[in-house]
C-alpha cells in the first residue's frame, strides 16, 4: 500500500471518527421531574406553595404572588476540555416577574457556562430556543432553574435540554408545531404583497429551517405562504412601518403566521436584558377595520397559549373579531425603531375559543366566636381579649361578620437584650375605631433591648372560599390582591405608608393602622397562605434602666366595601395629626413636565447650555428646544450645575468662578421665571466627592459608619453623611441657602433623600445620636431643618422619593418610581398610591432614571392616568422618539387645561367601571369632574364602560379622542360610552 493511499484512509477514518462524534453529547431526561430538588435557601423570597411535574417537560411551578423558588439537578457530563460546547434549550414560561437573576444556570463547580437570564426569558407560555456557546470545561455538574411569579401559577418548563460539541441548529419546529399541508374547509387563504423571501428572514432570525412548502399547517392552524420562491411582508427594522392586507370577509377570527425580530437592548423603563417581545399595541398591533368605518386595536395572542403577546421569531396568532361584523381590512402596525414584523401568511376561519386560567378554591367555613374576659365595642366593631394579649373574637358589626378563625396574639416582645414587662388596654374612639396602647416597663437596673410585634392580627378568615379573601398592602406601588404570598417591608419610601387592609365581598374588611406621628423604625408585612396574617414589628427598642416606653396607639377598624374605605378612613386619622412646614404651592402642583437638563454632562449629548471656553451660560434656548419637543416645560431642575473640574459634583455647591461668576446665572435664571418657568438647584443629601472642601475637612467627622465602624459608600470614592451630624445639617444648610441668596432660585432638590433605607442606619459615635439611627427620621429631620429655615416659603423642597407619611410634611413633593415599580410586578390598578393619599404632596414620576425612554407609551400614559407629572430626562431626540414626544405633548395640554381637577385635594383611585379590565381614576374640581381610563386588557372596550351619577344641566367630552358624548340617561344615572384600545388610556371631562 502506498503512503498516499494510507494517508488517505488515515483522513477518511478521523473525517468519519469526528463525523460520529459531532452533535449531541449528552441530553436532559425532561421527563423526569424525580431528578430536581427545590432549593428554598438559594433565595430571598423562597415561596411556600411551589411543585415541580412533568407536563411536556419538567414544569416548575410557583403559587404564591411576588414569591420564587430555585430547583437544582446535578448530572454528570464529561465533555471535551478542548473545544467550545453547545447548549440548546427548548423552554416555556409565564407569569414571571421582571427580576433581575438568572433563570437557567449551567455551571461547573462554581464556573458559569451558560445562562439565560430571568429578564431575557420570554414569558408568553409559547416553545422558545436558545442556543449558548459555552466555553471549553472538562464537566457539567449543575442545572438550576429559576422561578420568580408576577402571578400565582408562575412556571419555568423545560421541554427539551442538550448539550452539543458543534453548533446545532434551531428549526422552526423547535417553536411550533409544523406539518406539510393545509385542507380544511372551515379556514381561507388570504393573499398580500410580498418583500423578502421567507428563507432570507428565516435565516436573519437564527433559523436554520426553511418551509418544505407553501402549504403548511401550523400549530393546528393552515396557512399559504405565498411567492416562489416563498415570501413574506417584513416591515422595517430601524423605523415605522404599515402593512394593510384586505379581508372583505365576516369571520370568526384572523389568524396569522408572522414573525418579529428585535435589535438592541430593552428599554429600562420596561424591562432588562435584550428587547425579545412586545405587549404595548402602542409598539407594535394589529387592527381590524370594519365597513362600518370602526377600528378595532388589538395585541394579537398567541394560539398555543392565548397570550397577547407578540414575541421573537415565529409564532401563530390571533384575533377573535367582533361578531356579525365585516372586516374589510387588517393592519399591521410597528411603531417602533429596533424592530420588525414579518409576515408570512393570513388566514381567516372560526373564532378560537378564549382560554382561562383555573381559580384556586377552598371549603365553605364558619367559625364560633370565641370569648375574652375583656371586651371593647363600638357602632362598627366588637373585639373580645384578655390582658395578656390574646385577641378572641374581632366582629365586624356592619356587616355581622366573625373575622377570626382561632385566637390570636395582638402583641409579641422578642428578646434582644433583657425582657420588658407589658401591659395592653384598649379603648373604643370616637370615630368608630378601636386603639390599643401597649406599655413597656423595665424595673431593672439595667437597660432593656428587644423587638416588638405590635399590633399583629393572625388567623383573619371570615369563612368562604379563601380566593376571595383580598387584601391591600400600602406599598408606593400598593399590592391589591388575593393572592397567597408573603410581603414584608421596612417602613421607609418603599413602605411609606402605616395602614394594612384585608377584605372579603359581602363581609366588608378590616384593617391596622398604626397612627404614629413621631418616625418611629419598624416594618410592616402581610401573609397568605389561605388564611391572613398582618401586623408592625418595631425594631430595636431600647429601654433605660427602671423607665417606660408607650408604644403609638394601634387602630384596629372595620368597614363595609373593599380597601378604599379603609384608605379612607386612614387618611382622616393622619390629617389629625399631619400639619405640614409650610404651605402646599398651587403653582408646584400644577408642575406636570418636570425638565432635568445639564450645563456640563452630555446626557446623552451636551446641552450647549455653558461654554466652558467662554464662561457663557445660556438656559432659555435650551427650554425653549424643550418646550417644542414635549408641548410644554413647567419647571427645570438643573443637575449639575455645582459640578467644576477641581471639586467635582457632591460637597461644596460654590462653582461661582467656574461659571464665570454668579451674576449671569442669576440673569438666566429670572429669564426662565419671567416666562413662568421656575427653577430649581440640586444638592445631595448624603454624598460628597472626595476633591470636595467638604470631604478633605470634615469627612471623617460626618460621615455614616456602620455597626463595624466602616464608612458605608459602595463606590468607595465618596463619603456618604450622617442628616443627624450637627456638622452636615450645618453646612448643607448653609449650601442651599447661599445658593437662594445669590442665584434666587424656586427649589431645591435633596437627592437620595426619602428612600430612608434601614442599610443606612448610622453608628456614627460623633454625632450623639441613639446609636444606630433611624433613616426614615433622620432624613426628616433634615428635611425639615430647610424646610422651616429662612428659605423663601413658596420655595419648594423635594427629593428623590417620597418618604414616609410623617416625612412628607416637611418637604413639598418628591421624584417617585411607584409606576415603574407597579408594572414590574404587574399590579392591580397601576396606582401610584401616594399621589390619592397625599394630593396636596407634588410627585413626579420617573420611568428610568439616566436611560431612555424611547418607545415606552404604556409608561407615559400611565403617568397620565395618575395624573402625575413625569420626569423628562435625556436629549429630546436622542431619548425620545417622535411618537412618543406626541404622547408627551398630548398628555401635557390636557393636564394643564385641566389642572383645576388634577391638583383636587379629593382625588379618587380605582372607581368602578362596568368593565373589569378597565381601571378608572376620579378627580373632581368645583365646576368639573375628569375621570381618567386605563384599558389593562387587550381587547378593544367600545360601548357603555362608566355609571355616574347624573347632575342636570352637565355636558360630557372625551378630552383623549377629542369628541362630545352623549351619554345615555335612566333616572339620575348617566351610562358614559367610551372608545379605548388595548393597554390605552381615555379621558372623560364633565362640566356644569
Known amino acids: 500500500m502506498s503512503a498516499k493511499l494510507k494517508i488517505y484512509i488515515s483522513v477518511l477514518c478521523l473525517l468519519a471518527a469526528a463525523s460520529a462524534y459531532c452533535g449531541s453529547v449528552w441530553t436532559l431526561d425532561s421527563t423526569d421531574a424525580q431528578l430536581w430538588s427545590a432549593r428554598p435557601t438559594w433565595l430571598g423570597t423562597p415561596s411556600r406553595d411551589y411543585t415541580h ?32 460546547h453547545y447548549l440548546k434549550i427548548v423552554y416555556k414560561a409565564h407569569n414571571i416577574r421582571v427580576y433581575q437573576d438568572y433563570g437557567f444556570l449551567v455551571d461547573s463547580s462554581g464556573q458559569n457556562l ?8 420570554i414569558d408568553d407560555g409559547c416553545r422558545h430556543c436558545e442556543i449558548i456557546e459555552m466555553p471549553p470545561d472538562a464537566r457539567i455538574n449543575t442545572i438550576a432553574v429559576q422561578c420568580q411569579s408576577d402571578k400565582s401559577g408562575a412556571y419555568m418548563e423545560i421541554v427539551s435540554l442538550s448539550v452539543f460539541d458543534s453548533m446545532p441548529e434551531k428549526n422552526v419546529s423547535d417553536e411550533v408545531e409544523l ?74 377570527a384572523v389568524y396569522v403566521l408572522m ?11 420596561i424591562g432588562y436584558g435584550d428587547r425579545n417581545n412586545i405587549a404595548q399595541p402602542d409598539q407594535m398591533r394589529l387592527e381590524l377595520v370594519y365597513s362600518d368605518g370602526s377600528v378595532e386595536r388589538c395585541l394579537p395572542a398567541r394560539v398555543q397559549s392565548g397570550i397577547h403577546r407578540i414575541s421573537k421569531g415565529l409564532g401563530v396568532y390571533y384575533i377573535n373579531t367582533r361578531p356579525g361584523g365585516q372586516v374589510e381590512s387588517i393592519r399591521f402596525i410597528d411603531n417602533i425603531r429596533n424592530g420588525q414584523l414579518a409576515v408570512f401568511a393570513v388566514t381567516s376561519g372560526p373564532a378560537m375559543p378564549e382560554k382561562s386560567e383555573p381559580g384556586r378554591t377552598s371549603p365553605q367555613k364558619s367559625f364560633d366566636a370565641a ?45 434582644v437584650e433583657g425582657l420588658p414587662q407589658a ?83 359581602g363581609s366588608g374588611g378590616l384593617y391596622i393602622n398604626t397612627n404614629d406621628s413621631e418616625n418611629w423604625a419598624k416594618n410592616f408585612w402581610l401573609d397568605k397562605l389561605n388564611e391572613i396574617e398582618m401586623g408592625c414589628e418595631y425594631v430595636e427598642l431600647e429601654l433605660g434602666a427602671d423607665s417606660e416606653l408607650v408604644l403609638p396607639q394601634a387602630i384596629i377598624g372595620a368597614h363595609t366595601g373593599d380597601w378604599h374605605s379603609a384608605l379612607e378612613e386612614y387618611k382622616e386619622t393622619m390629617h389629625e395629626w399631619y400639619s405640614p412646614a409650610a404651605p402646599r404651592k398651587q403653582w408646584f402642583r400644577e408642575v406636570f413636565n418636570f425638565r432635568q437638563q445639564f450645563l456640563h454632562f452630555g446626557w446623552p449629548v451636551e446641552t450647549g447650555a455653558f461654554n466652558k471656553e467662554t464662561k457663557e451660560l445660556c438656559l432659555w434656548e435650551m427650554v425653549q428646544a424643550d418646550i417644542e419637543a414635549f408641548g410644554g416645560v413647567d419647571y427645570l431642575h438643573l443637575f449639575d450645575w455645582g459640578w467644576t473640574p477641581s471639586y467635582e459634583m457632591y460637597g461644596d455647591y460654590a462653582p461661582w468662578s467656574y461659571l464665570g461668576g454668579h451674576e449671569q446665572f442669576r440673569s438666566e435664571i429670572q429669564s426662565l421665571q419671567n416666562n413662568d418657568i421656575p427653577v430649581g438647584l440640586y444638592f445631595q443629601g448624603y454624598l460628597t466627592s472626595l476633591n470636595s472642601m467638604i470631604s478633605r475637612s470634615k469627612g471623617r467627622e460626618f460621615q455614616i459608619l456602620n455597626a463595624d465602624g466602616f464608612n458605608i459608600d459602595a463606590f468607595g470614592s465618596r463619603y456618604k453623611m450622617c442628616p443627624l451630624s450637627k456638622g452636615w445639617q450645618d453646612h448643607l444648610l448653609c449650601s442651599v441657602l447661599n445658593a437662594n441668596d445669590l442665584l434666587g432660585i424656586n427649589g431645591v432638590y435633596l437627592d437620595s433623600f426619602g428612600f430612608g433605607p434601614s442599610s443606612y442606619k448610622c453608628y456614627n459615635p460623633l454625632h450623639h445620636h441613639p446609636l444606630p439611627s433611624n433613616p426614615a427620621r433622620a432624613e426628616a429631620v433634615l428635611t425639615k431643618i430647610i424646610r422651616t429655615s ?130 378608572c381614576n ?71
Open 259 to 269: 414573525g418579529a425580530r428585535f435589535t438592541g437592548e430593552e428599554w429600562a423603563s
Open 922 to 992: 376620579f378627580f373632581p374640581s368645583e365646576d368639573k369632574h375628569v375621570w381618567t381610563f386605563f384599558n389593562s386588557g387587550f381587547e378593544h372596550i367600545r360601548g357603555e364602560a362608566l355609571e355616574v351619577e347624573h347632575i342636570d344641566g352637565s355636558t360630557y367630552y372625551d378630552l383623549w379622542n377629542e369628541r362630545p358624548i352623549t351619554p345615555r340617561i335612566e333616572g339620575n344615572k348617566a351610562f358614559i360610552n367610551l372608545n379605548i384600545g388595548p393597554r390605552d388610556v381615555g379621558c372623560i371631562v364633565r362640566n356644569f
Open 423 to 505: 401591659e395592653l388596654t384598649a379603648n373604643a374612639l370616637p370615630s368608630g375605631q378601636i386603639g390599643f396602647t401597649l406599655k413597656l416597663t423595665n424595673n431593672t437596673s439595667r437597660k432593656v433591648r428587644c423587638n416588638v410585634k405590635f399590633p399583629v392580627i393572625s388567623n383573619i378568615n371570615p369563612g368562604g372560599d379563601s380566593t376571595s379573601l383580598g387584601y391591600c398592602f400600602p406599598l408606593r406601588s400598593p399590592i391589591i390582591n388575593n393572592e397567597n404570598t408573603y410581603i414584608r417591608g421596612d417602613y421607609s419610601g418603599y413602605v411609606p405608608f402605616q395602614f394594612i387592609d384585608v377584605f372579603y365581598p
Open 53 to 84: 411535574n412533568t407536563v411536556e417537560g419538567v414544569r416548575f411551578t410557583v403559587n404564591e404572588l411576588l414569591r420564587g423558588m430555585k430547583w437544582v439537578h446535578y448530572p454528570a457530563i464529561e465533555i471535551d476540555p478542548e473545544i467550545p
Open 114 to 121: 451558560a445562562t439565560i437570564e430571568l429578564s431575557d426569558i
Open 371 to 415: 370569648s375574652g374576659p375583656l371586651n371593647v365595642s363600638n357602632d362598627k366593631l366588637a373585639i373580645s381579649y384578655d390582658s395578656g394579649g390574646q385577641v378572641y373574637s374581632i366582629a365586624n358589626k356592619l356587616t355581622n361578620t366573625q373575622w377570626l378563625s382561632s385566637a390570636c396574639s395582638i402583641y409579641q416582645v422578642e428578646e
Open 179 to 252: 406539518s406539510p399541508g393545509a385542507s380544511d374547509p372551515l379556514y381561507s387563504f388570504v393573499p398580500f404583497e410580498t418583500n423578502q423571501t421567507a428563507a432570507s428572514w428565516l435565516e436573519l432570525a437564527g433559523y436554520s429551517q426553511d418551509f418544505e412548502s407553501a402549504q403548511v399547517t401550523v400549530s393546528g392552524v393552515p396557512f399559504n405562504v405565498s411567492g416562489n420562491p416563498l415570501s413574506v411582508f417584513a416591515t422595517a427594522l430601524e423605523d415605522t412601518e404599515t402593512l394593510n392586507v384586505d379581508i372583505n370577509d365576516s369571520p370568526g
Open 790 to 919: 429662612r428659605l423663601p416659603r413658596e420655595s419648594v423642597v423635594y427629593t428623590e422619593s417620597m418618604p414616609v407619611d410623617v416625612g412628607t410634611q416637611y418637604q413639598d413633593g418628591s421624584f417617585t418610581t411607584a409606576i415603574r415599580q407597579t408594572r414590574f410586578q404587574d399590579s392591580y390598578g397601576y396606582l401610584s398610591i401616594g399621589r390619592f393619599i397625599l394630593p396636596e404632596f407634588k410627585m413626579f414620576e420617573i420611568l428610568v432614571v439616566d436611560r431612555p425612554i424611547m418607545d415606552d407609551f404604556e409608561g407615559v400614559k400611565l403617568v397620565f392616568y395618575n395624573g402625575q407629572g413625569i420626569w423628562l430626562m435625556g436629549g429630546a431626540g436622542e431619548w425620545f422618539s417622535p411618537e412618543l414626544r406626541v404622547v408627551i405633548q398630548k398628555c401635557h395640554s390636557i393636564l394643564t387645561q385641566h389642572s383645576d381637577a388634577f391638583t383636587s385635594d379629593s382625588p379618587v383611585p380605582l372607581v368602578p367601571t362596568l368593565d373589569p379590565e378597565l381601571y
